[in-house]
């Protein structure tokens, strides 16, 4: 462990995007296109209109995929094995796998990695980097996660479940406790993941993507791409004047 620890480049801030293939709620989800441009797309220009990450690795099993990556600016060093390509592999492995791949090729690890989710497309410029800099003013947290306190639903301090016939609270003994005022229970935060930030060293030293110790950089809500219901919705929203700086960069990087 000394060894790899030893080859941390300090401050320095890389992208990770991971892109399998085998989606089965959408076909091909992650290079399926949304206003002429596929979905992993959006998530390699704005790592890469990011001041502040000086790299953009994708991982990915497929090496279409990784053309097309490759296409709009990211860098594809390695593919993912399929062992770890599947619908019930977990972030930690291609976490892990991109780590020990980039330490093997390069010899070199970032101290930062942004994780950005393809699925998660539509981020306003400027907070990844306002997220690194919460991140880096903050050294003592092991990660940092966007979240949102949502307003539009019940708190889940309310929710209930199903046992057999019977209803139970999700967090008190007494179904009563989740009967209270809204204003009771402490405020809810759900994940956007729009921005996540992890460090290499808690990566490696407690076999964990987020420690124990997470920062909260609170973001508006963002929709994640799970079904053709949300993708097209995603795509509505692209007219908007925010998310105008992914679609000029997109276009130059086809002119390029």
Known sequence: MNEIMDTIEKGSVYAIIPARSGSKGIVNKNIKEMAGYPLIAYSVAAAKMSKRISRTIVSTNSEVYADVAKKYGAEVPFLRPEEISGDKSVDIEFMQHAIMKMYELEGIIPEYWVHLRTTT????????????????????????????????????????????????????????????????????????????????????????????????CVTDYAYDIDDEKSFAKCNSLLCNEKYQYLLTYLRKSIEM
């Open 121 to 216: 497309p539509l981020r306003e410029d400027g907070i990844i980097d306002c997220a690194i800099h919460m991140f880096e003013q903050n050294p003592e947290y092991t990660s940092l996660l966007s979240v949102n306190e949502p307003t539009d639903i019940l708190t889940p301090y309310k929710w209930l479940k199903k046992e057999g016939d019977e209803l139970k609270s999700l967090f008190f003994d007494k179904v009563d406790d989740a009967n209270l005022p809204r204003q009771s229970y402490p405020s809810a935060f759900i994940r956007t993941d729009i921005v996540d930030i992890l460090r290499f060293d808690t990566i490696l030293k407690t076999n964990t993507m987020y420690g124990n110790k997470v920062l909260a």
